[in-house]
């Protein structure tokens, strides 16, 4: 059974930054593709970053470009997303996503287990 556990959430006043953590079990994390979602209040759930199996493609939404940085330990079965330079509209719901492939995609389909979330709000 896949266990995605996420951590590192918090509320982080605009301009600052957090760093998520995704915890995998019940898969062979190394050879999965990962990834981080985020779903604000009263929109769908959107992707925000993916890397591949070796950490050697990374992938990102133009709305954080440049401010969050996707990364993975496969040695300690961990996705981390750092996230620098805050908004407001940076506030949503996060969830840590196992890809169904070696390779990186950004839409839902391409991930087929999920994390319960972790909430980040960023004051303005």
């Not at 990962?34 to 709305?63: H, L, N």
């Not at 805050?86 to 990186?104: F, H, I, Q, R, S």
């Not at 839902?108 to 709000?121: M, P």
Request: proline share 2%.
């Amino acid at each position: 059974q896949v266990q995605l556990v996420e951590s590192g959430g918090g509320l982080v006043q605009a301009g600052g930054s957090l760093r998520l953590s995704c915890a995998a079990s019940g898969l062979t994390f190394s050879v999965h593709a990962m990834g981080w979602f985020r779903q604000a209040p009263g929109k769908e759930r959107e992707f925000v970053a993916a890397i591949s199996w070796s950490g050697g493609s990374t992938y990102y939404a133009d709305s954080v470009k440049g401010r969050f940085t996707i990364s993975r330990d496969n040695a300690e079965n961990t996705v981390y997303l750092q996230m620098n330079s805050l908004k407001p509209e940076d506030t949503a719901v996060y969830y840590c996503a196992g890809g169904v492939g070696t390779w990186a995609g950004i839409e839902e389909a391409d991930f087929g287990s999920w994390g319960q979330g972790t909430q980040v709000t960023v004051s303005s």
